[in-house]
């Protein structure tokens, strides 16, 4: 059976001329939290899930989970001006204990410790994809118009992170 990626190495088209030109440098930024904190907006997390979860088309090829409920995930939005702009993922194996340590961070931001320069971690480059329709995030009714992912590795164990940039965000950059 043929299952092509929905994952790009690219930006769509649309997305790469000047007229989008802060959104764009804002969806490539290494660290979203620090975009977003940079925008004339108050930045808040909210966290919707954390615990064991299973892997789905957001990380269906990349990203191994030996069965189908044997991870561990954060699910969270990140907000501007108490608006949801953003929700994001973060999935590692159940057992991966540096990582589930790293997302039991409440509130506060993944981004704060993945970009404070204390961890050894390196990261893979940026795909890029739009999901289909019918893709349904946990605790949010709305569609993204783009998603990104990326994987982290830190002692020898994977984070696979995929953010999905909801409409409003278009109205702050």
């Keep these: 059976m043929n299952n092509p990626s929905i994952w790009q190495p690219e930006l769509p088209e649309h997305l790469t001329n ?3 030109a802060g959104l764009t440098a804002l969806i ?7 975009a977003l904190r940079a925008l004339d907006a108050s930045f808040s997390v ?3 899930h954390l615990g064991s979860t299973h ?4 990380f269906s090829d990349g990203f191994a989970i030996p069965t189908p409920n ?14 949801p702009i953003v929700w994001a993922r973060s999935l590692c194996a159940a057992d991966a204990c ?3 340590e790293l997302l039991d961070c409440g509130t506060r931001p993944l981004g704060e410790r993945l970009f404070d320069g204390s961890l050894p971690l390196t990261r893979s480059t940026f795909e890029y994809a739009i999901l289909p329709d019918t893709y349904r995030f946990n605790g949010c009714e709305e ?8 994987f982290f590795d830190l002692q020898n164990e994977r984070l696979g992170l995929v953010e999905c940039f909801l409409p409003a965000l278009q109205s702050f950059v």
């Design 143 to 150: 569609q993204s118009f783009l998603a990104r992912r990326s």
């Design 70 to 83: 044997n991870g561990f995930g954060r699910d969270v939005l990140l907000c501007l001006n108490d608006i």
């Design 55 to 58: 892997s789905d088309i957001l």
């Design 28 to 34: 490539q930024a290494q660290s979203l939290t620090a």
């Design 18 to 20: 000047t007229r989008h």
């Design 98 to 100: 540096v990582w589930r």
């Design 46 to 48: 909210r966290l919707l």
